[in-house]
DNA sequence: AAATAAAATTAGGTTTGTCTAATTTTATTT
DNA sequence: AAATAAAATTAGACAAACCTAATTTTATTT
């Protein structure tokens, strides 16, 4: 198939790593491994291998065994586009069809692989050109850039101080219905009220309302700001 | 992948054939071969053969050396969700997103394989329920009933007739920029002026226009009411 | 009916992206 | 530094979906 071949024209497979790759490459300072990103794509460190011989041949990622993996300019390139798609069919499914924001990611992640000259650009306008999507993660704009992404969490705070929900780490279903049944969204104000120093846990006042008790990993999956 | 084996899941391939096989049986009284298959997506008789057997044994379709190849009311059902999809995605793009007419059929064919149990429900409503997509093909209901689709074509109308044009049959970009070129769309009256016994040329009047002549292939395209 | 043409099928390959198991390299402990 | 553990890599398989070439079956002519 020649399509293929186009510049710009990525398998199934090529997208997903680029994704992987670009989403590990936002930790800053964390070294980017092959079992990195197997663990990433729940597949095997020797598929990985394989993945990273084709992508650097093609010029998407290089590697070098001291630095790890990183994407080269047009690799960034292309992972940014399936971001920015995959962010902006999110807010599709959210605000135009009435999903709720434990149900998107997993259609997102379909979505994000159409590919069209002017599909992204054309949803982006149709909605309004959001900045932020339904997990408050930014959107990056045609040219590639976008707005900072929050980085301060929950469990970062000081006892005694309030904050406001900006973006959720994890976007697993599991994670958000949690977040829907303790009535946090974004924009939801919390109070960080203590912190257990057994274990990290957090007391914190949802809103104003009576305490609950959540745990550490809960608080760093919360970003605020 | 175990999710693959789910009901309802079927591989991109499996649903292209699926949809081949329905769009052969649109032409009643014709016998759907292994080759007319392959013809219609533009691969090998030997690759059909080989999906046939993998169809048959998941029971989508049934295979009868004397009757062809039909679909099980499994298969039927599938089939027809995916069209249901693709015509929907149709009437999305050119409304929301406000592509041509031309430019939709192809990214319609990638959007078609996305597959969640509400999203053709609620992309329906979110269109407010359309009969018909922007080809004038009927969109299957959710219930899988649809309304008929037409089938008298430009060329078997009798000369000094007028009609309305209903529905187009080939979707490739090629038509249907030409058709753009001569100012026909869904809704356009052309009267029928002559037809050419030679070679079955038609000389039309598009909308009360000054006649031109069309090929008997090209009027074999236009579905007419 | 025999000859020919067309269609269907089988046999055997290829590519993509995955896997397991074995090996080599690198990093961490002791 | 040697021993051990972890990570990376290679080697070899496999499934899906396709292919070509050869063969068999079916249909059409003469």
Not at 36 to 51: G, W
Not at 72 to 100: C, D, M, N
Not at 125 to 137: R, S
Request: proline letters at 3%; one cysteine or more.
């Amino acid at each position: 198939m020649f399509v293929k071949e186009l510049s710009g024209m990525h398998t199934l497979s090529e997208e997903n790593y680029l994704k992987a790759i670009y989403r590990l490459s936002q930790d800053e300072g964390v070294k980017i491994t092959p079992t990195a990103i197997a663990e990433s794509l729940r597949n095997n460190p020797a598929s990985v291998v394989d993945m990273i011989r084709k992508l650097t041949d093609k010029q998407l990622i290089a590697y070098d065994k001291k630095s790890g993996v990183s994407l080269t300019p047009q690799g960034l390139k292309s992972a940014v586009l399936i971001v920015r798609r995959h962010r902006l069919w999110e807010v599709f499914l959210l605000e135009k069809l009435g999903y709720h924001w434990d149900e998107i990611h997993d259609i997102a992640e379909e979505l994000e692989h159409i590919n069209d000259t002017t599909l992204a650009d054309r949803l982006d306008k149709f909605l309004g050109f959001p900045e932020y999507d339904p997990h408050g993660d930014p959107i990056p704009k045609a040219n590639g850039k976008m707005a900072k992404a929050y980085s301060v969490t929950l469990a970062d705070m000081k006892t005694g101080t309030n904050c406001r929900v900006a973006a959720v780490r994890d976007t697993s279903s599991a994670f958000l219905q949690y977040l829907l049944k303790l009535d946090i969204g974004i924009g939801t104000t919390i109070t960080l009220v203590e912190k257990i120093s057994f274990d990290n846990s957090l007391v914190i006042s949802i809103n104003g309302a009576a305490n609950t008790t959540v745990s550490q990993k809960f608080g760093e999956n919360i970003l605020v700001e």
